[in-house]
DNA sequence: GCAAATTTTAAATTGCCATTTAAACTAATC
DNA sequence: GATTAGTTTAAATGGCAATTTAAAATTTGC
């Protein structure tokens, strides 16, 4: 069997054996931590290799290369790890404490160390430092989420349409949490001269979810800053 | 004349004939570029030289080797292309303007090309991507500049001591701005649904300081969520 | 149980990049 | 203008990591 004819077996479906769904998987996993800790650049084939207790070459052998494993590793992790549910359900309450709870859910994997938050960490990752890999799936990820925080903020505003100050308001509000969640963490405890701590973290929530609520209010009253 | 007897010539002073010394100015100046377009990581020495026109092996002649190199990039960089000049004079105004000024100063090399950017760039591409090389220049170029925003908070805020919220403010800000300069123009393009300009840039830092602004009086009001 | 297909392995290959080497070259000094 | 110190060069070296190969081992279907 060359390589040749195993061309187009690289999808996630066909013709594995039950020992080999089970390696797969086991590097799935494996590359979900892997990815997820070190970024795309700096984790090596070897190192997931390693962690899953299996032979370099089958990184190749069941997905071709190295960008392609992170490409099946993302929607993994997505499907089995986060599964839409990095959200909490938070129809129902009023949009203030939406918001709270938006930015607070955005926060508190990062203390995470478990299955939880590698889907977080991928996407963080990504953030910090592109491949382009991920292009198509982002969209169908990302744009869900996106769109219920710019619905929260729409209603804050009392706006029916989307227009520059809500897409503002939106980059404040996800720059606020994003940059937390991809500094060191060695740099931020230097930043707020504490170690982070559970209780920290909430009260970070806290702050971005107030912090930000009277930034909304205010943009949407008037449309010139006050010297 | 071997490599030992050479050792300890590397730091920016001694011993360099004149046209030395011309080579060393223009390594230091592609590697500007090179380090601020790509970071270290993706920086090779091999472009740094290609730029510079020279040979490939004079990085590790003048500067012993990459990490050194990048070192001593920081703090030309600092010196000769920024020099402490990032923050416009801001005393005199109302705090209000203050606040203002700083972000636009923050945001406003983001479009400039020219040797104005350069070590911003490099900043926030260690931001991004941390090397830990330049932790011990990093204090020194970084903390005064802090000191500044801080001290503008404080003012803000009417508070004589600098505390929790004051630092939860400072890195609200700084992370707006942070997110903006690091990511990929093209992404903040779609996220904004429209080109990047100089008018858009403004109207950002315009948006930043009045969100802002109204965040830093909130929280400096109460101590709880009302929910 | 046998044959075919699939999986796994160890080792080789390839490519990229930092770093070194030693010889050629150039400027400065006397 | 010869000697010395400093500079530049092309080519070699060495390390690391992705990828490939071909043979060995295992499972599956009959």
Redesign the interface.
């Known amino acids: 069997m060359t390589n040749l004819s195993r061309m187009n077996f690289h999808g996630a479906q066909m013709n594995l054996r039950y020992d080999g769904r089970e390696t797969r998987e086991r590097l799935l996993n494996a590359a979900c931590e892997v990815f997820a800790e070190k970024g795309y650049?700096d984790a090596t084939i070897a190192a997931i290799c390693k962690r899953a207790g299996v032979n370099v070459a089958l990184v190749n052998y069941y997905f071709g290369d190295k960008a392609k494993l992170y490409v099946e590793t993302w929607q993994y992790a997505f499907e089995k790890k986060c599964c839409g549910q990095n959200l909490p359900e938070i129809d129902g309450f009023?949009p203030?404490?939406q918001l709270?709870l938006y930015v607070l859910s955005m926060l508190e994997h990062f203390l995470d160390e478990g299955e939880q938050g590698w889907f977080t960490r991928l996407y963080l990752m990504e953030?910090?430092?592109?491949t382009g890999l991920i292009h198509d799936i982002w969209h169908g990820l990302i744009e869900p989420k996106r769109r219920t925080l710019i619905q929260i903020i729409c209603r804050l505003m009392g706006k029916e349409e989307v227009d520059?100050?809500v897409?503002?308001?939106?980059?404040?509000i996800?720059?606020?949490c994003?940059?937390?969640l991809?500094?060191?963490r060695q740099?931020l405890e230097y930043?707020?001269?504490q170690p982070l701590s559970k209780e920290l973290v909430n009260?970070?929530a806290?702050?971005?979810?107030?912090?930000?609520?009277?930034?909304?209010?205010?943009?949407a009253h008037?449309n010139?800053?006050?010297?």
Chains 1, 2 share one sequence.
């Open positions: 650049r009023p203030k404490k709270y953030l910090a430092n592109p520059e100050n897409l503002f308001c939106e980059l404040s996800i720059n606020q994003r940059s937390l991809t500094i060191r740099d930043l707020l001269t009260r970070l806290d702050h971005i979810a107030r912090f930000s609520l009277a930034g909304i209010q205010e943009v008037t010139h800053l006050p010297l």
